[in-house]
């Protein structure tokens, strides 16, 4: 089945130390968004690349980096986690039509602690 | 400033009942709504969308109602059953609104046997 996928889905991490969350995808979606969301919020948009073109939303933290190497993948780089960082982290995909019917896919996330 | 409101953070309904869900907006500019299902530990499952030029769109036992003039839109699910407790989450997105989601702070659903 095409999917969108996420790997680990449980992390772990200490204080400062970097940490790298997975995602990888079977739908050829040209989008990629990577949000944050805490408790039972709104998911906040960190980030989003169309094909290479990186868009990173005005306030997301510089702690907060992503790589997308090739169509399927995509990375999220915590740099130094803090505290406030311990969330769920979601990966979603898009076809990247250009047009607002434009559905985006979620993974099933990757909760992140922080010691 | 909040676009896009779920005004009720918690509905209980009874099996078998309708449960209806509602969200508010604010940017004229949203032309595309979507529900999202969740699960606790994962990640919103696509439910069902409208889009503006529409007012009403049917699946199964889920209906999506649009009232633009109002910017109101409701989920309605019938009949209800336990395995639809989650948290629901409106979305609203636009050509002409930057083309990304907007969430609503979601609404939990509790279906009690």
């Known amino acids: 089945d095409a999917m969108v996928i996420q790997n680990p889905r449980y992390q772990v991490t200490q204080f400062g130390k970097p940490v790298t969350l997975s995602c990888s995808q079977t739908?050829?979606?040209?989008?990629m968004y990577w949000y944050q969301q805490k408790s039972s919020q709104a998911p906040k948009l960190l980030f989003h690349?169309?094909?290479?073109?990186?868009?990173n939303e005005a306030d997301t933290p510089d702690n907060f980096q992503s790589r997308r190497p090739n169509t399927s993948f995509c990375f999220l780089d915590i740099r130094s986690p803090g505290l406030g960082d311990a969330a769920m982290y979601l990966c979603?995909?898009?076809?990247?039509?250009?047009?607002?019917?434009?559905?985006?896919?979620f993974g099933p996330g990757t909760r992140l602690t922080v010691l | 400033d909040q676009q896009v409101k779920q005004n009720s953070p918690s509905l209980s309904v009874q099996e078998g009942r309708i449960s209806i869900l509602n969200c508010d907006y604010t940017?004229?500019?949203?032309?595309?709504f979507l529900w999202y299902k969740k699960y606790p530990a994962e990640g919103p499952t696509f439910l069902i969308s409208?889009?503006?030029?529409?007012d009403k769109n049917e699946d199964g036992r889920f209906t999506v109602f649009l009232n633009k003039s109002a910017k109101h839109l409701s989920l309605h699910i019938v009949p209800s059953q336990p395995g639809d407790s989650a948290v629901y989450f409106c979305?609203?997105?636009?050509?002409?609104?930057?083309?990304?989601?907007?969430f609503g702070g979601g609404t939990r659903l509790m279906v009690k046997p």
């Open positions: 739908l050829n979606h040209n989008v």
């Open positions: 979603a995909t898009s076809r990247g039509q250009g047009t607002s019917t434009d559905t985006q896919y």
């Open positions: 940017n004229s500019m949203f032309d595309y």
């Open positions: 690349y169309y094909d290479k073109d990186f868009n």
């Open positions: 409208i889009s503006s030029i529409k």
């Open positions: 979305a609203a997105k636009g050509n002409n609104a930057g083309n990304m989601l907007t």
